[in-house]
Every structure is written in C-alpha cells, then in structure tokens.
C-alpha cells in the first residue's frame, strides 16, 4: 500500500511517516500544497491524506483539484481545527473521511485501512474475549492503558479464553519460571484488572475458583 501524505508540519509529519512505515505502508510525503498536488496527480496512490491548513494550495483546494481531474484516489483530510465548518466543507469537496488533529497514528492506519476495506494490520494485535478487548501493541484493555504485569495477566487470561488458568501458571509466566513470586501478587494485579474493568464498563468477569486459578467469564 502507498500513500501521500500532505502535512507542512515537520515534526508531526515525521512521526506520523515512520510510524506508517513501521506498519507497512510505504508514504510519500510533501511538506506543502503545490508539491502535494503535483506528486497527487503524477502518482498513483492507494490513499491521500491531506491536511487542510497548508502553504500554497490548502488540502481542500488540492481535494477540488483532484476532483475535477476525475482524480478518485480516496482522500482524508486532517485538520486541527475541530470545527464542523472545515469537516462540512471537507467532505463536500469529495473527502471520504475527516479526522481531526491531534490523532494517533492507529487511528489514521484504521481510517485508511477501513476506505480501503482491506483486514487492519492492528487487528492482529488486538486480543478479545465477551466484550473485553486488549491491544497488545499499546497494552491497553478497552483503551485504558495497564501496566506491564497488568497487561501479561489479562493476555494470558484472554488466551486461555474462558478456561481455568492456575496461580502458578501465571506466576511463572509474569515472574519467571524460577522466581518466588507470591500468590499475593497475582491476587494483587487481579484485583486491579477486576477494577480497571468495572471502569471501563466491561460485562466480563475475572472469576477466582477456589483459589486454584482464574478464568474469564462473559456475564
Ligand atoms: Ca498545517
């Protein structure tokens, strides 16, 4: 997959490229509208992204542009102006999607990944069980971030999808198969996913059994 991506500002635009790249996605980038506009109607893309707010041609003029040119490359726009004015205005001009700035970079790749209806790469990292859903990638459950140990418990149990897993299983896994890890401890970190999930308004439960392990349960 290859993009263009239109963004004058430098820092952003960095991270925002390197972080396609790590994902697979091979970006062109142009740091204002006339160049973007050029590489646009010069290159064949899967996807333009376009920011609005650009030196020389704004990204709705180079939207217009393509347009009249029959040019049908799917176009996002992006704009740190989170006003529905710029999104009306987007979208009129033959944008298929708007996202407004600050974003991250798995949103954009989903944003592009759902216009071009291709499986997302994220999905992969992204491990359910009933409504709980852990991004391994960011190690966050339902989009609340945990901590390393958190995180290594929740995916264990989400692995064992809804089958007894036991105490010492999880102490080896999350402290070494060597290491004198307490019950204690475990008790301790299950009790702040139990938390975590009540806040994030999870249905699914961590369910102790007799002090021999825990497993998942969709309530
Ligand atoms: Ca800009």
Redesign the pocket.
């Known amino acids: 997959m290859r993009i263009l991506y239109v963004?004058?500002?430098k820092f952003l635009a960095d991270a925002v490229c390197h972080n396609l790249v790590k994902n697979g996605i091979d970006v062109d980038h142009s740091a204002d509208g006339e160049d973007g506009l050029e590489k646009a109607v010069s290159n064949s893309y899967d996807c333009i992204v376009l920011?609005i707010?650009?030196p020389k041609l704004s990204g709705i003029e180079i939207l217009e542009r393509l347009r009249e040119k029959k040019n049908s490359t799917p176009v996002i726009m992006l704009s740190a102006l989170a006003e529905v004015e710029d999104k009306v205005r987007g979208l009129d001009s033959g944008a298929d999607d708007y996202l407004a700035k600050p974003f991250k970079t798995v949103e954009l790749i989903a944003r592009i990944n759902a216009l071009l209806r291709r499986p997302s790469k994220m999905s992969e990292q992204i491990l359910t069980f009933g409504d709980l859903s852990y991004d391994e990638k960011r190690k966050t459950l339902n989009g609340t971030e945990l901590t390393a140990k958190e995180a290594k418990i929740i995916c264990e149990l989400i692995k064992a999808n809804g089958r007894l897993i036991s105490k010492e299983f999880l102490l080896g896994r999350i402290w070494g198969e060597d290491s004198y890890g307490d019950d204690n401890y475990i008790e301790v970190y299950i009790s702040r996913l139990r938390k975590v999930m009540r806040e994030v308004g999870a249905r699914t439960q961590i369910k102790a059994s007799r002090g021999l392990g825990y497993k998942l349960v969709e309530m």
């Open positions: 963004e004058d500002e920011d707010m650009l």
